[in-house]
């Protein structure tokens, strides 16, 4: 089956700062990746997610990109701010139509005032 | 999206006894998921609730010991049966609205559990 890894584990940026989570899969037949923040206490929410048919996708201050040929797909923050404190969860999607999700092992991210 | 609640949102419970964990969605949804998170870790699916038929499980997980229903799209039920502290967990329900592919995958609160 598919497996996600997910790097670092745990990062800490200064406010204003920029903030990169790298998750690698092992199935090249994956086809949809969603990026979720879990604040402390708090349900998993999709902040973003991309497609295999794109590379890159922008909403705000939040990216995802992604390398078919690599396996591997990043998530940037940029102007990093105290409330982006949380964990969050790469997650790949081996089954079109399927939806299951394989989630990575999580980046606990801290922004630092 | 779909809104998503669970009942009941934790417990604490003997081990021996079982637990049935509900989960409502405001809307028809062609899929539902039952996940677990234990303390500090990622999110492990257990099983695809499908309607009207018996669960797809994942590998590690059985049926004798998480028993899952889904009698609308809707509804769906998890039961922990025969709880050992293992079991300590939060166990969240998903739901899909599409089904097409690359579908957005709501989370309900979760369900936290403690097994003494």
């Known amino acids: 089956g598919e497996n996600v890894e997910q790097h670092p584990s745990t990062l800490s940026v200064q406010e204003g700062d920029s903030a990169v989570i790298k998750c690698t899969y092992s199935d090249s037949a994956s086809n949809y990746f969603p990026w979720y923040k879990q604040e402390l206490g708090k349900r998993p929410q999709l902040i973003i997610d991309?497609?295999?048919?794109?590379g890159e996708k922008k909403d705000q201050r939040i990216a995802v990109t992604l390398n078919k040929t690599a396996k591997h797909f990043s998530l940037h923050i940029t102007e990093t701010q105290p409330e982006d404190s949380a964990v969050y969860f790469c997650?790949?999607?081996?089954?079109?139509?399927?939806?299951?999700?394989?989630f990575g092992t999580g980046t606990r991210l801290t922004i630092i005032p | 999206s779909a809104v998503i609640s669970q009942k009941p949102s934790r417990d604490i419970c003997q081990r021996g006894t079982s637990l049935t964990i509900q989960c409502q969605v405001d809307?028809?949804?062609?899929?539902m998921f039952w996940y677990r998170q234990q303390p500090g870790q990622s999110l492990t699916l257990i099983a695809t609730a499908n309607q009207g038929s018996e669960a797809t499980y994942e590998s590690g997980f059985v049926i004798d010991k998480f028993p899952i229903s889904r009698p609308n799209l809707t509804f769906s039920t998890l039961t922990v049966s025969n709880m050992s502290p293992e079991d300590s967990s939060i166990y969240l329900c998903?739901?899909?609205?599409?089904?097409?592919?690359?579908?957005?995958?709501?989370f309900g609160p979760g369900t936290r559990l403690l097994v003494l």
């Open positions: 998903s739901a899909v609205r599409g089904g097409g592919g690359g579908e957005t995958q709501y």
């Open positions: 991309i497609r295999s048919n794109v």
């Open positions: 809307s028809q949804v062609t899929m």
């Open positions: 997650a790949a999607s081996i089954d079109f139509g399927n939806e299951k999700l394989t």
